[in-house]
């Protein structure tokens, strides 16, 4: 891995630099695996795990196992995230903001590393919006939502410059900038021969540009976690240094243990992979002082659209565990949302593209619901809803989208399950199972 000469001289006399180390970090690097696990669903893992010191929820993996052949991955049990990335368990802790119900932007989140973080250290009352700018990433950020399980999320699609409609409004904004990427050269090495000096240049305008729309819609006392993947200065203590002299916005120091390695650095933190098992990575937090009131929306809020409540679907509590939630109808999709962000709803609906929002239920066709693959994997899934547990095999034949053998019971919608995990519906007909698993998310692989 030769690593560009101008991009090493562009480092020296970074706090935690040593280019000895940090080369043969590169050269010598045994590849690491870690995955970080849902809180909320069932697990019981077969491979070998060490606890990642900063973080209630991560385990590094080695050797590395096949995802793709493990049911557990399907069904929302972890998501396969980099051991740096979650030091924002860290930063969030320490925010004081861990046991208030919050509004929380993740303003860059695909594919959703950060944000199903995230939502597993919100206090459940609160409210995550997950935004992806790029249309074509937006889908597998839905599904990670989907696959994670949560109600109190809404996924959208807009321009960082397009939050600045919603001023003082989130108490917690994730900003995890696209970067020039060295921080990932150990896993990526086409961003090796991609690096340049101007592309830093052209990164660290941009961040500047994402970080001006996002403070706007940043509540006075409210923390913005800024990070990136990159090592260069420009795009990280460059970036904080500009920000608080031009906005008055404060730096919140966090301690870390010394034994993760972590480097502390002006106004944030770096990770160098010769000191932190986990790859590159820079951090800051900025409060907020001053209010934005003066920020005064040019945009005129649309009315919102054709959804409406839903009232006349009393079945559909043996589907779905309603209580303090609204349902609501578009067309004829069904949706479930909770009632004390309805306002809240309303407001993102007019200002901003949602794509998803809360559980989706299902279509209501003929006085009968035909389930969405959200609700199977949703934590509120009713546990009147038949499940049909499945062996490894079984599962994995299920995720194929192939047809299973198995007794199943009785005849309708069931949930087909492993080791009590829900992976997706079943419509049993006499002896048989239609398999509804959708066909975008099936194994396209045969064998291991
Ligand atoms: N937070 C994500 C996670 O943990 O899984 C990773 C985010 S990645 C570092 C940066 C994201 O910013 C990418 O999803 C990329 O599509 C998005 N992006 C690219 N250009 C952007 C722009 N001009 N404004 C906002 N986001 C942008």
């Given at each position: 891995?030769?690593l ?6 562009s480092l020296?006399?970074?706090p ?7 080369e ?13 696990i ?12 060490e606890?990642?010191p900063w ?7 080695n ?6 052949f493990?049911?557990n991955?399907h ?14 368990e ?5 925010s004081?903001l ?8 993740d303003?860059c989140?695909?594919?959703?590393g950060?944000?199903?973080h995230?939502?597993?250290l919100?206090?459940p009352?609160?409210l995550?919006?997950?935004n992806?700018v790029i249309?074509a990433?937006t889908?597998?950020?839905r ?8 109600e109190?999320?809404?996924?959208t ?7 600045e409609?919603?001023?003082?409004y ?8 696209p ?7 150990r896993?990526d090495?086409e961003?090796?021969?991609a690096?340049?000096p101007?592309?830093v240049?052209?990164c660290?305008l941009?961040?500047q540009r994402i ?6 819609a940043?509540k ?9 993947c990159?090592?260069?200065?420009a795009?990280?203590?460059a ?12 730096f919140q120091p966090?301690?870390?243990d ?9 106004n944030?933190?770096?990770c160098?992979?010769h000191?932190?098992?986990?790859e590159g ?8 002082i001053h ?10 809020f ?8 839903a009232?006349?679907y009393?079945?559909l ?18 949706m479930?949302l ?10 993102i609906q007019?200002?901003?593209n949602?794509?998803?929002a809360g ?9 009968k619901?035909?389930?969405?693959h959200?609700l199977a994997l949703?934590n ?7 499940k ?7 599962a994995?034949?299920?995720?194929q989208r ?7 019971g009785t005849k309708?919608w069931?949930?087909a399950?492993y ?5 997706g519906?079943?419509?049993v007909?006499s002896g048989?199972?239609?398999n ?13």
């Amino acid at each position: 891995m030769l690593l560009p000469s101008s991009f090493l001289e562009s480092l020296d006399g970074l706090p935690g630099y040593d280019r000895a180390l940090f080369e043969a970090a590169h050269a010598h690097a045994d590849p690491i695996t870690s995955i970080r696990i849902n809180p909320s669903k069932p697990v019981d893992l077969s491979f070998s795990l060490e606890r990642v010191p900063w973080t209630l929820f991560g385990s590094y993996v080695n050797p590395r196992p096949s995802f793709t052949f493990d049911p557990n991955f399907h069904g929302g049990a972890y998501y396969v995230q980099e051991a740096s990335s979650m030091l924002l368990e860290q930063a969030f802790i320490q925010s004081g903001l861990q046991n208030q119900s919050i509004r929380a932007l993740d303003l860059c989140a695909a594919p959703g590393g950060k944000a199903t973080h995230l939502h597993s250290l919100l206090a459940p009352e609160s409210l995550l919006v997950a935004n992806e700018v790029i249309r074509a990433r937006t889908g597998l950020l839905r599904d990670n939502i989907v696959k994670w399980g949560a109600e109190n999320v809404v996924v959208t699609q807009n321009d960082p410059g397009q939050f600045e409609r919603l001023p003082d409004y989130f108490d917690w904004i994730t900003l995890d900038a696209p970067c020039s990427g060295s921080g990932m050269f150990r896993k990526d090495h086409e961003a090796i021969t991609a690096w340049t000096p101007a592309q830093v240049n052209h990164c660290a305008l941009r961040q500047q540009r994402i970080l001006q729309s996002a403070w706007k819609a940043l509540k006075p006392g409210g923390i913005l976690f800024y990070a990136t993947c990159s090592y260069s200065a420009a795009e990280n203590e460059a970036i904080a240094d500009w920000f608080i002299k031009e906005y008055e916005a404060v730096f919140q120091p966090i301690q870390l243990d010394s034994s993760w390695g972590v480097v502390e650095t002006k106004n944030g933190y770096r990770c160098w992979p010769h000191f932190v098992k986990g790859e590159g990575f820079f951090f800051t937090c900025l409060k907020k002082i001053h209010s934005d009131v003066a920020v005064n929306p040019s945009y005129r809020f649309e009315k919102s659209k054709q959804i409406k409540k839903a009232t006349l679907y009393p079945s559909l509590n043996g589907w779905v565990e309603l209580a303090g939630m609204e349902v609501m109808e578009i067309g004829e999709e069904l949706m479930a949302l909770p009632k004390m962000y309805q306002a809240d709803w309303q407001l993102i609906q007019q200002a901003l593209n949602p794509l998803y929002a809360g559980i989706r239920l299902g279509k209501w066709m003929r006085d009968k619901l035909v389930p969405d693959h959200a609700l199977a994997l949703s934590n509120r899934l009713s546990s009147a809803v038949a499940k049909l547990p499945l062996d490894k095999q079984q599962a994995i034949a299920y995720l194929q989208r192939k047809e299973i053998n198995a007794d199943f019971g009785t005849k309708g919608w069931v949930v087909a399950a492993y080791q009590g995990l829900s992976l997706g519906w079943l419509n049993v007909l006499s002896g048989r199972a239609n398999n509804y698993y959708p066909k975008g998310l099936r194994i396209l692989k045969d064998h291991l």
